[in-house]
């Protein structure tokens, strides 16, 4: 029964759009003096039993009934996500949301993903509608920041843009115009053409995980990549569940009931922090930590597996390069180029128990064919030159070294853990399947990468990863053949397999020169090699060159003690030595003229960025846009602001994980509001214009200058390098279109206006017919990849709102990360590939690698995993500052709505320990100022016995605006990078999309506080 109709401005007017949308009060009362005829709520109907209701009472009874309904998702980073929810429609206006709940039981004996959703997703209708929510393209008319602002159409707003797009290719260069996408926070098919557009039109894009810093850097240099995430289902199958460096309670809401379901199956769940954080109160153990000091802790423990041998030493010795053997007088692997006359230098050896000699490890697998290594053993071997030296394994390395630092006792006295405690935990993890939910905060720290060597040291010592309940909770983006999408020309079906057939060819011109590389391997290779060509580039070159970084980062005082020489040194030694070939970009003589943000909010999400960018790169650009559906402190500095749709305005997806290991849809519930369009469609459009006023003006083309890396000139048959070498530039666009026909029309030198908007459209009209027919043809890539089943269809998506995967994209090295098997009725279970199949790890050895011999690392004593002091970012303070997700907020970009602060306190706030507070003369609620070297802010406190003595907490998600003077915690993070993450050429220490690149640093910030005036 729908009742009267009513406009649905009435109804936006007799409603209080702000309410819940799971709540009753999501229609209230009209106000008194309001004219309910006016309103279009007038006359009555018959009501429940018979009871006639009339006015607000109807509206509250037609709460309960709707037009239609629509399954829906949440488009934002909030990991993992896929969340399927059931929006209800009425008069085009989404009354409420409700959890659908309909995920299908796996296996009898494992939990279900039901339900999937918290009080975040239940307040997007009410964000949707909230005040915050920008419905028309905005032109600046005061100053940047003053407010002012004038709407205007979408044509007059993207030829601005335009304009400013074309007027910096032409007289700067492409790459001036700076690109940044926000974390997820625009759905995954949005994100995906606005990659497009500006690799098409020569941007300099961004890294996203170097601007977030979600990136487990340590992790990396372990295994070659990050991103092996197991199901979180899984986690039910832990014995010892490690919640480290996480704080579940707060940001895995939706799935921490799979930690519960398996502390009630028996399982020990252990928090390590250094406050007794959220996550504390339900855990079987509490393991308190000093901050930055996880990996003495973590060192101790592997020390107690080792001396009591509760090593599993076959696990060891076939995964990890512990049984590799190490040179004594220079400190690097033995490598056949040593033993051997024209030897290759990727091969290395171990020491075979059988005949006492040293013998090549195997590369094409993990299996030793034959061979007994020696796990703790040492010899002297005679060199190709004739020269003896001893070597030694890095296990016997690293047993020597953790016996003379880090025994539990020794260790206590750093991370402030109590021996016996160190003791329990290393003998429980050593004898139980065991995981650690590991997340981004000790990432954020300034040696987390040593935090996260020594953790994945404990895994490996006790063998649990690759094996269901185990592992590390990490991160992916499982593959949606986004590949595809972006190589593709036209919609044809013929497509698909040119590009497959594209991708394989070049794999296999690799494997001629090396056939030990797999296909995770190759796919890494394609996307490093080619990726300065068509991809991101990390953002700390664009900080250091143009937003005054340079001399925040060479402050030797703020950074590692133990650093040999100035942080500027190794910056020039990196780019003297071109380990950074391709993506050190925009240039320092390439000033940037544009930026463009979307989803996302660079001065709110840049640690320092407040203060750096403001001052050092605002004033140069000519134009700054902002794409986003809220009015963000970004958006605030911008000179144009333009609205997307909704979530629930368009047909999208949140992005694919195999976390939750479906891929939730997002339908197009309702009409955009205002002038609202689909980011599609706004990347579509400003190509159409970008093109119209370059031919207005008379240009044809831009050019972007590009250069084949020395590794891709290498894979290039003999004559097409001499000419390269000879000619350069003018045949770059030749000799592509001869060795790379899918991509050389993406990789061009000289590009014209038209080809670019003609790569865009894919041949489609730019309207939702044409988004229509490209989104759908991207479905169809997904299921022909076989990451999802021949019938995931668009429609099967509209009735189901989600569709289980059943592979890994065989395109994306990302996918390819998780190394396993999909299978229909077991959990995920990350790096199976290599522990079951023996499939070798993208390494510099082709193994976990725990030694690195790269002469910087060597330099820094940080070859293998040891624990530093964390330095004193900010100066000589006696309070550490760290922060995490906040519970109340949509992620971390929307906590300005009404309903979201009505669930705490409303305003941001720092938690400190009762104790420093009384001795700074502060109350509970008092406004505190907040001060180190770099800079300062103004917060209230919040006094919390939880909260560690010497720490303050501040969780992030707070819009600048929303403190004094608009000034956010993040003023007083400087942004520390650690100089070893410049380091390159080695093996996998390279860049390539998210991953291997410096990363701000923003943990255990030194500041002290005082009572504001």
Known sequence: MRGKNISRRGFLKASVVSAVGLQLSRLLPCPFGVDEAAAGVSGSTGGLGGVAYSGWQQLRAQHWTWDRTAKVTHCVDCYPGQCSWTAYVKDNVVIREEQTGHYPQLNPDLPDMNPRGCQKGASFGDAMYGKERLRYPLIRVGERGSGKWKRISWDEALTKVADAIVEAQQTVGPESVVLELGPGNIGIFQMETFMQLGLLQGMTLLDTNGLI????????????????????????????????????????????HFISEARYNGSQIVTIAPDASPSTIHADLYVPVDFGADAALALSMAQVMIAEGLVDEDFVKEQTDLALLVRSDNEKFLRASDMEKGGADNEFYLLDANSGMPA???RASLAL???????????????????????RTVFSRLREALNAGYTPEQASKVCKTAPSLIRKLARMIATKRSLIILGWNSAKYYHGDLIERAQSLVLALSGNWGRPGTGSAGWNQSGDAKHLYMARKTLDESEHDRIVAEHSAFIERLRKKDPAISEEMG????????????????PIFYWYHHAGYDQVWNKREWGDPAMKRPFEDYMKEAMDKDWWHGVAEPAAGKTPQVLIGIAGSTLRRTRGGLKQLLTNTWPKLKTVVSIDPRMSTTCMYSDLVLPPA???????FRFHSPSVTYCTYTDRAVDPLGDCITEWEIAQRLSRTIRDRAASRGHEKFHRSRKFSKELLDLLPGPLQALYRLLGDSVHDRIASLV??????????NRSYDEAHELMTKGQSIDHKGYMATFTRWISDQSRLGLYPQDATLDKYKKEGFVRMTGLDPLDPVSLNTSCDIEPDKTIVAMQWHVRDKVPYPTMVHRAQFYIDHDWFLEAGEAMPVHKDH???????PLRMTSGHLRWSIHSIWVVNKLIQRTHRGRPGLFINPRDAAERGIADGDLVEVFNDFNEFQVHAITSPGTRPGQVIIYHAWEPYQFPKWKSYDAAIPGMIKYLHLAGG??????????????????????????AV
């Open 360 to 362: 090549k490890a195997p």
């Open 213 to 256: 810093n979600d990136f487990n850097i340590g992790q990396y240099i372990t295994f070659g990549k990050f991103h092996q995430a197991s199901s979180v289902d899984d986690w039910f199958n832990a014995e010892v569940v490690l919640i480290w460096h996480k704080n579940p309670i707060y940001t895995r809401i939706p799935s921490y």
């Open 740 to 749: 790379l026909p899918g991509l050389a029309r993406h990789v061009a030198v």
């Open 369 to 391: 064919d034959g061979l007994e290594a020696v796990l703790d053993g040492e010899a002297q071997v005679t060199l190709a030159d004739g020269t003896r030296v001893e070597v």
């Open 646 to 652: 909704w979530f629930y305005e368009r047909e999208d």
């Open 871 to 877: 330095p004193r970012v900010g100066g000589d303070h």
């Open 523 to 538: 796919a890494i290779e394609y996307e490093r090699l080619l990726g300065p060509l068509t991809s991101m580039v990390p």
């Open 986 to 1011: 080695y093996g996998h220490l390279r860049y390539w999309r998210w991953n291997w690149q410096p990363v701000q640093s923003d943990r255990a910030i030194a500041v002290n506080m005082r009572k």
